[in-house]
């Protein structure tokens, strides 16, 4: 089995690297270029940068800095944010990018991810999906940065987007997503049932969040805050992890 | 000069990026006559084994390429590229490979999640002299198929089974992770190979 990975997510808006408050409030926090070095020094094991402003007039934009993220950086990275046609894709990959996440437009047009896996190699294409529990219904899929709620049932759109050709899934759950009170270990648990690697994303607040999440299946685990602004250094909690008996690259 | 293989079957930035960080000059040759005379040759690739071989016959590399190597070139392939150069792959069984590198690849599990993607350690099979011994090291890999270990393999890695990480026969190379993409040890075993290879890095006037 790999290593597990560690993997900070960056939000992108025009070209620079911001922290954001319900979209409100955004902090300028560099360039994607700049945090993407000092993250690959730091160990991280991979990046996700997710363009929180996509629209076709910023396409020219997007390009130029995922080229030079890929000059740059000496690990894989994951880009995201409005990607809705396999050619969003292709221009993405070409530009440097290692995968492509894909959301909102493959829920509302699921052949989209078998497109993009046929032409570039399921590997290239990450399901991300924003989930919600409902008390009685269970965990559902959201859509649109999780403003749009569906009443798709999210443990079988997971499955669905394995059948499709997704090469990874990132799983965020929407109520634990800020409040640094741990990953949906259930859900994990759920989720890690599929043939492909699993990235959680939503809640971890300390170290030990990282460790119930790896132990429940998560092949990988995101966070951006805690990374951000230094609260818990890589470096502290691989070792950390490593004193719990889960190996990740060192 | 070393000469990297573009035939839109790769992410061709990363890699540049690393050998630019390694200060390593290339030219980019779409066709074997812009390869020029010598100088190492970089085979990248991501992408299915059919669509990328299609696109190398079109475009005059299969043809040329054992050639190329028979008359003494390097060549180093990455990733699809290790598997182009094996003698076929279960990914395209009706095709052959171009047979530089011993073994046929299989695809990997069950058992275990296939693609194989992220960082697996590797382990020293066969001492080869471009290499010291990485044992224990991480590298990054993004595959569903893999080379079966064999006589010509340097490093193995394991997923489910053993298989062959970078794999020699002559002065043909082959790596199945992403050297550019598995940080610093990544850079390192790219920079020991082209070395040996006989990349030579940019030399100035001061």
């Known amino acids: 089995m790999p290593a597990k990975r560690i993997v900070p997510c960056l939000d ?18 560099g360039s ?77 047009r699921p052949e989209l991810v078998t497109e993009m896996a046929e032409a570039f190699g399921r590997q290239c294409v ?42 990874e899934i990132l799983l965020t759950s929407m109520d634990r997503d800020g409040t640094l009170d741990g990953f949906d270990l259930e859900l994990l648990e759920q989720a890690s049932k599929l043939p492909i690697p699993l990235i959680a994303s939503g809640g971890a607040g300390k170290d030990v969040h990282f460790l119930e999440a790896l132990e429940h299946g998560a092949d990988a685990v995101l966070a951006a805050t805690l990374f951000h602004e230094g609260i818990l250094p890589i470096p502290t909690l691989k070792t950390y992890l490593a004193q719990h008996g889960v190996v990740t690259r060192s | 000069m070393l000469t990297l293989i573009d035939y839109d079957a790769g992410n061709l930035a ?50 040329e390429l054992p050639g190329m190597v028979a008359s003494g070139r390097p060549l180093l392939g990455i990733c699809l590229g290790l598997q ?25 599990g069950p058992g275990v999640k296939v693609p194989h993607m992220g960082w697996s350690q590797v382990t020293l099979n066969h001492a080869h002299p471009a290499f010291g011994n990485p044992t224990g090291g991480w590298l990054y890999f993004v595959h569903s198929y893999a080379l079966e270990a064999n006589e010509g393999t340097i490093l193995t890695a ?49």
């Open chain 1, 12 to 29: 992108v808006k025009n070209g620079r690297v911001v922290k954001g408050i319900q979209f409100k409030q955004l902090r300028d926090l």
């Open chain 1, 32 to 108: 994607p270029v700049e945090l993407a070095k000092r993250y690959d020094k730091e160990g991280a094991d991979e990046l996700v940068f997710l363009d929180i402003a996509a629209s076709l007039e910023n396409r020219g934009t997007r390009e130029a800095w995922v080229r030079g993220v890929a000059r740059e950086l000496s690990i894989p990275f994951t880009v995201g944010g409005g990607v809705s046609s396999a050619e969003d894709g292709r221009l993405l990959l070409r530009a440097g990018a290692d995968k492509v996440a894909v959301n909102t437009a493959a829920s509302n």
């Open chain 1, 126 to 167: 990450v399901a991300a999906v924003d989930v919600k529990r409902d008390p009685e219904l269970g965990w559902r899929v959201y859509l649109k940065g999780g403003t749009q709620p569906t009443e798709r049932s999210a443990i079988e759109w997971l499955w669905q987007l394995n059948e499709l050709g997704a090469g």
């Open chain 2, 14 to 63: 990363s890699l540049e990026g690393a050998l630019e960080r390694l200060g390593l000059p290339y030219r980019l040759a779409q066709g074997p006559d812009e390869a020029g005379e010598d100088g190492p040759l970089v085979l990248p690739g991501v992408g299915h084994f059919e669509s990328a071989k299609r696109s190398l016959v079109q475009r005059g590399w299969w043809r």
């Open chain 2, 84 to 108: 182009l150069l094996a003698e076929g792959s279960e990914e395209a069984p009706r095709e052959d490979g171009l047979g530089l590198l011993p073994g046929v690849v299989r695809r990997l």
């Open chain 2, 158 to 206: 394991h997923h489910g089974r053993d298989f062959a990480a970078v794999e020699a026969r002559g002065r043909t190379l082959g790596f199945q992770p992403h050297p550019e993409k598995s940080g610093p040890l990544g850079l390192l075993l790219l920079q020991s190979a082209l070395a040996w290879m006989g990349a030579t890095r940019e030399t100035t006037c001061n």
